[in-house]
T-cell receptor, first 112, second 112 residues
Framework: GQQLNQSPQSMFIQEGEDVSMNCTSS?????WLWYKQEPGEGPVLLIA?????ELTSNGRLTAQFGITRKDSFLNISASIPSDVGIYFCAGQPNSGNTPLVFGKGTRLSVIA | EPEVTQTPSHQVTQMGQEVILRCVPISNHLYFYWYRQILGQKVEFLVSFYNNEISEKSEIFDDQFSVERPDGSNFTLKIRSTKLEDSAMYFC??????????FGSGTRLTVV
């Protein structure tokens, strides 16, 4: 099946630093989504991207849908302690009811 | 903010027993999903459900699994004879015609 390669696997950063993580695939995706998961909770949608080249922000978060439709990145600026969690990229290969494919996640730790 | 509600939050069961995990999707959503997440791993697709029938299922979703929408609000996942390797977080998700999946907080299933 289609797979998403997400990196880095984990990050330890100082509060206030910027963070960047990305997902790549050998296949084309029509939609890219970025989720955050906190312990004991389900994934919460952060940003959804629907068009190749699209750059979208949500507060301190910025994500882009790669031109080739095979990659996406998520940036977090000026990190704060509550940014701690696991960030997942997810892609929808086709339109319609095709289920999401998830990356393996990036575990973010923020040191105050 | 509309929510997807899952019960129970944690279930412990003996190997070989049947379990039913329950979900109440967002009321005007049309597509329903079950995903699972083995501890420390990525979120994996199990099954999607639309128009009162399964629209897609993964290879994980074998004959031990079944889904039902017994009334207008509930969406259930049944595992007939649980195995140790079924221990995981199970997430229900729903969406409308767009791409905005909303996930529940999950049911942690522990098979002993």
């Amino acid at each position: 099946g289609q797979q998403l390669n997400q990196s880095p696997q984990s990050m330890f950063i100082q509060e206030g630093e910027d963070v960047s993580m990305n997902c790549t695939s050998s296949s084309i995706f029509n939609t890219w989504l970025w989720y955050k998961q906190e312990p004991g909770e389900g994934p919460v949608l952060l940003i959804a991207l629907y068009k190749a080249g699209e750059l979208t922000s949500n507060g301190r978060l910025t994500a882009q849908f790669g031109i080739t439709r095979k990659d996406s990145f998520l940036n977090i600026s000026a990190s704060i302690p509550s940014d701690v969690g696991i960030y997942f990229c997810a892609g929808q290969p086709n339109s319609g009811n095709t289920p999401l494919v998830f990356g393996k996640g990036t575990r973010l730790s923020v040191i105050a | 903010e509309p929510e997807v509600t899952q019960t129970p939050s944690h279930q412990v069961t003996q190997m070989g027993q049947e379990v039913i995990l329950r979900c109440v999707p967002i009321s005007n959503h049309l597509y329903f999903y079950w995903y699972r997440q083995i501890l420390g791993q990525k979120v994996e697709f199990l099954v999607s459900f639309y128009n009162n029938e399964i629209s897609e299922k993964s290879e994980i979703f074998d004959d031990q699994f079944s889904v039902e929408r017994p009334d207008g609000s509930n969406f259930t996942l049944k595992i007939r004879s649980t195995k140790l390797e079924d221990s995981a977080m199970y997430f229900c998700a729903s969406r409308d015609n767009g791409y905005g999946y909303t996930f529940g907080s999950g049911t942690r299933l522990t098979v002993v």
